[in-house]
């Protein structure tokens, strides 16, 4: 089982930054993915940015493309969520999702609880 906290979150204007944080515990050996995701009160829940562990490669939501970037610290089993230029729109609670590989091609999903970020006008 992998834990997930999530830190880093707040309010801040807009045009301004925030660097999220994401520190998995517990049993990682088959960690596969990290990933950040976020959902407003009403909305979906949406994928924000992954970072895959076995060649760094990285995906991104559109709408945070060229805005935001992911990083990862293996040593601490750390990921981290870069935003920059942050709009009204950002505004939702960030979770952190952890995405295990087990046998057989079977899949297991972790989530964090979440941490805020308010971005005002």
């Known amino acids: 089982q992998i834990q997930l906290v999530e830190s880093g979150g707040g309010l801040v204007r807009a045009g301004g930054s925030l660097t999220l944080s994401c520190a998995a515990s517990?049993?990682?050996?088959?960690?596969?993915?990290i990933s950040w995701y976020r959902q407003a009160p009403g909305d979906q829940r949406d994928l924000v940015a992954t970072?895959?562990?076995?060649?760094?490669?990285?995906n991104y939501g559109e709408s945070v493309k060229g805005r935001f970037t992911i990083s990862r610290d293996d040593n601490r089993n750390t990921a981290n969520l870069r935003m920059n230029d942050l709009k009204p729109e950002d505004t939702a609670v960030y979770y952190c999702?952890?995405?295990?590989?087990?046998?057989?091609?079977?899949?297991?999903?972790?989530w964090g609880q979440g941490t805020q970020v308010t971005v005002s006008a």
């Open positions: 970072v895959y562990i076995d060649d760094n490669r990285k």
């Open positions: 999702h952890a995405l295990e590989g087990g046998p057989y091609g079977m899949k297991y999903d972790y």
């Open positions: 517990g049993a990682t050996l088959n960690l596969k993915a």
